[in-house]
């Protein structure tokens, strides 16, 4: 059987806020380290039937950008629920909340 391993580094400043995120993965089409500004890992506990959630982004990450991020993190999550279990509605909804989300980004790029 094929295993896999990801792997992350997260520098902090004295107040423990990421000042520096690197990734590394066994399957990535890259060598090494790379870096990143933002991280957001969801992992479902069994046993107690609940969500745990790691989200991690450095101080020097762009507001526009991590909107961005969650934007693209949601439309992942549309494509992953209709893949997973074919509710074309769970997708459709998401979708159009991303939609929301790019029209009231771009509302308020324009200010």
């Not at 580094?9 to 995120?21: A, C, L, R, S, T």
């Not at 957001?40 to 046993?47: E, F, H, Y």
């Not at 101080?59 to 074309?88: C, H, V, W």
């Amino acid at each position: 059987m094929k295993e896999s391993v990801i792997n992350f580094k997260v520098k902090v400043d004295e107040q423990n806020v990421p000042e520096q995120i690197h990734w590394d993965a066994t399957d990535k089409d890259s060598d090494g380290f790379t870096e990143t500004k933002s991280i957001s890992i969801s992992l479902w506990d069994q046993a107690s039937k609940n969500t745990l959630r790691i989200d991690l982004w450095t101080k020097d990450m762009p507001m526009d950008e991590m909107k961005r991020f969650y934007i693209d993190s949601i439309g992942g999550l549309a494509q992953s629920i209709l893949n997973a279990t074919g509710d074309e509605y769970m997708a459709r909804e998401m979708n159009a909340l991303c939609e929301k989300f790019v029209e009231h980004v771009k509302k308020e790029n324009q200010k």
